[in-house]
């Protein structure tokens, strides 16, 4: 009898001990500063968006493609970013794999777009180079059900513009975190400087 309050008492301490390291690395991450460095490579649906500086460079196949998956709500993004994680002092030795994502894309403080990325991603301290692949939704207008084209265009040529024309660009994440005692969702966006 001895020996099971032993044993209890010790996986009690390993569940603690794990609960405490899974807090830290969640805190660690969550007063993390997060910055957007660059974007190596947008695609939506095939179509390479950085060689798009206006809505005349896309060609009617291009057109074709993109209205059709947007009136099928199949957009599909894949796109490579450097995303910079500054980790508070005393915690840049942490990593934390992100088992999903959920993303949204705001334009002049207005929502525009939502992702969900499903493949697990390791964040660390520093600069991470991350190819992601994920579904686009884009928000419905105020008593509309379908999504506004226009909004597609827009987005499409917006990061092709000088910084003095482009909108306020707002990117927030909202990440799904592996950890010792399963999959854990923070409770709010964190909003990214970009």
Known sequence: ???????????????????????????????????????????????????????QDFSFSDAATLYTAFSDNALNAVSTIGLKVELPEGSQERTMTVTQLKWQLLVDGQHTLDGLVSEPVELRNGLNTITVASPLTFATGEGSSQPDLNKLLRLATLLNKDSADRPKVTLQIKPTIQTSVGPLELPSYIKIKG
């Open 1 to 55: 009898m001895r020996n099971i309050g032993k044993y209890t008492l010790l996986l009690m301490l390993l569940v603690f001990s794990f609960s405490c390291s899974t807090k830290n690395d969640v805190e660690a991450f969550k007063e993390a500063k997060y910055d957007l460095e660059s974007i190596e490579r947008m695609e939506l649906n095939g179509i390479d968006l950085l060689k798009k500086k206006r809505p």
